[in-house]
Nanobody
Framework: QVQLVESGGGSVQAGGSLRLSCAAS????????MGWFRQAPGKEREGVAS????????RYADSVNGRFTISRDNDQITMYLQMNNLRPEDSAMYYC??????????????????WGQGTQVTVSS
């Protein structure tokens, strides 16, 4: 059974930083692509950052480009999201996700097969 477990969320002031972690139950190389998503109350889930596990271009949402960085650990079972210069509008539940099949749209939530339970990020002004 595939499991993805997020951690690292919390409350910070605007301008602060957080690093989210996503621990997978098996090698991330067994997926085609992985990513981070977020969902604020009353809003649709949106893609934040994603990559193909075999390498290649990384995709970021325009709203986070230059502030957030997605990465993986050398153990190939942990994925991270470094979030810098956080803004109140970044407040949301953050999810990591994995997809089995190739798709060119890395930030589309419906492409993903497996989801973690989420970790809350709250940014105060």
């Amino acid at each position: 059974q595939v499991q993805l477990v997020e951690s690292g969320g919390g409350s910070v002031q605007a301008g602060g930083s957080l690093r989210l972690s996503c621990a997978a139950s098996r090698s991330i190389m067994s997926y085609n692509h992985m990513g981070w998503f977020r969902q604020a109350p009353g809003k649709e889930r949106e893609g934040v950052a994603s990559f193909y596990t075999i390498g290649g271009p990384i995709r970021y949402a325009d709203s986070v480009n230059g502030r957030f960085t997605i990465s993986r650990d050398n153990d190939q079972i942990t994925m991270y999201l470094q979030m810098n210069n956080l803004r109140p509008e970044d407040s949301a539940m953050y999810y990591c996700a994995a997809a089995s099949m190739y798709d060119k749209d890395l930030l589309r939530p419906r492409n993903y097969d497996y989801w973690g339970q989420g970790t809350q990020v709250t940014v105060s002004s």
